[in-house]
């Protein structure tokens, strides 16, 4: 089974660490629904499809760029109209300075900006010609994730966390994994509202839900208050992050069921 590697640098790209959560999850095989709503680079969906291909996948994220690159990839005229933008694109410009690479953003506020900002340019603030044009041709069909995408029993969307949860939480053959923006880490990539699902989950307890829950969170001070060991399924997993080197812990919480 080949890993899943998404199609552009993600934050929180869970692709090295999905047999660790999955392993959190018992009698995975008896869920009829997998829901994600807090879906980024789907790699937690996509390796359970690789074991269970015929359940159901309901991936949804704020970021209405993943929903309009999940619709390319279901199409093949766009998907050619789309690669043939990118090379073009990246063959014959370079942003090279601050002012070019915020420039681009400012006239290109569209997933092929988002797309090309995120693929070929670094995601790091201050640095903007770490990855200037590609010395490889970009093809969508290159990437384990587009069988997945074409094959797989999925529905997208771009709803609140809070509300896809809300939607799902009540069946006992649906299983919700949520991988939230981690409380004072990377929470500027996401609309404050989304980052108050720690609120809600603390206000509204996962123990009293028909459906599996299962949280991938950063193992910090405010998390073992909000969801203490002695209430919850807790198992912790060491990740080490690729690009700093920096080591922390994960935790995945899950409801007692």
């Known amino acids: 089974m080949k890993q899943n590697q998404f199609y552009i640098s993600y934050f929180g790209n869970k692709r090295n660490e999905v047999k660790n959560i999955i392993q959190c999850i018992p009698k995975l095989e008896t869920y009829n629904t997998i829901i994600e709503p807090f879906c980024g680079s789907c790699a937690i969906s996509y390796y359970i499809w690789t074991l269970y291909p015929e359940k159901e996948f309901i991936l949804n994220d704020n970021n209405i760029f993943l929903k309009e690159m999940y619709d390319v990839i279901k199409d093949d005229d766009k998907i050619k109209e789309f690669e043939e933008y990118i090379n073009g694109f990246c063959m014959d410009n370079v942003l090279d300075t601050k002012e070019h690479y915020m420039q681009f953003l400012k006239e290109n506020k569209n997933l092929k900006g988002w797309f090309i900002m995120n693929k070929y340019y670094c995601i790091r603030p201050g640095l903007y010609d770490q990855k200037k044009a590609s010395p490889r041709k970009f093809y969508i069909k290159d990437y384990p994730i ?58 509204n307890d996962i123990n009293n839900e028909n459906a599996f829950i299962c949280l991938v969170l950063e193992d910090n001070w405010i998390i073992k208050l909000l969801f203490p060991a002695l209430k919850y399924n807790i198992v912790k997993y060491n990740k080490l992050y690729q690009t700093t080197k920096k080591k922390t812990v994960h935790m995945v919480i899950t409801n007692d069921f």
């Open 146 to 203: 587009y069988k997945f995408f074409k094959e797989g029993r999925i529905t997208f969307t771009c709803d609140d966390s809070i509300v896809c949860y809300d939607l799902h939480k009540d069946n006992p053959l649906n299983c919700i994994i949520m991988d939230p923006p981690y409380l004072m880490t990377c929470n500027d990539y996401y609309h404050e509202v989304n980052v108050n699902i720690y609120q809600y989950l603390t206000n």
